[in-house]
Structures are given as structure tokens and as C-alpha cells.
């Protein structure tokens, strides 16, 4: 599978649990949110965003926790990667990790979004536009 097609896989470290969906990848944010920076370990989670009916689980099924009212994060039990982000106020996108991407080298960040729990000491080198909250917002 080429990495320029439209069809897209990924999945966790162990291998347990695999996705995929079909359509371009048009939209991906680092996320410096807390709930991200936490729940992942990292200190900033990058996501791409698709039409939730285009995603689609192939192989095993992941563990979810509620990390704040009507968000689910979707991740291995077994490994710990965390793979999605469903939103109630966005029942029709589900955001997907980009690391969890098998061709996550050919889906650069557009832009950084939640930049106001950005830790300090992290540089921003890269000209791309940077939002204080959800890009929608401003
Ligand atoms: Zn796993
Ligand atoms: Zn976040």
C-alpha cells in the first residue's frame, strides 16, 4: 500500500489492534491540551481529523477512558497507545492518532492548536499558525 493512496491502516506497538479508512488526510494538529499531554506521556499529541464514517476497526478492539464529559480516548489495553479521540460535540469526525499511522511520515502538522498549555520550555521553530484553543475558535 502506498503511502500517497487514499486508503489508510495503523494501529498500536503490540500489533493487537488495527484500523483503517479511506479518504485524504487533510487536516492535522499538534494538540498541547493537558488531557492529551497526560494521557499520553508525551508533551504533545499530533492528530488528523476524518469523517467517522470512513474509520474503521480491523483487528481487535480498543479500551476507552472517559478523560472529560462526552470525550472518549480509545487505546490499547495491552500496549497503552492511544489511538483515537471521539468528541459528543463532533459525533460526525473522530480524530486518530498520527503516530499510530503507518505512513505517519507523509502527513505533516498544519498547525498547533490548545497553545495556552503548551509547557514554556518547548520551542516552536516551524512557521505554522498556532491557536489558542480549538482552531474553529480563533
Ligand atoms: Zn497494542
Ligand atoms: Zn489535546
Redesign the pocket.
Known sequence: MSCASEKHEGGCLCGAIRYRFDGPIESVAH???R???RSSGAVL?T?FTVPRDNFAWIRGRPSRFASSAGVQRAFCATCGTELT?TNETARDTIDVTVGSLDCAAAHPADRH??TDDKLDWLRLDDSLPAHRGWSTQD
Open positions: 494538540c498541547h491540551c488531557s492529551c499531554r499529541m492528530w479521540y492548536i490548545w
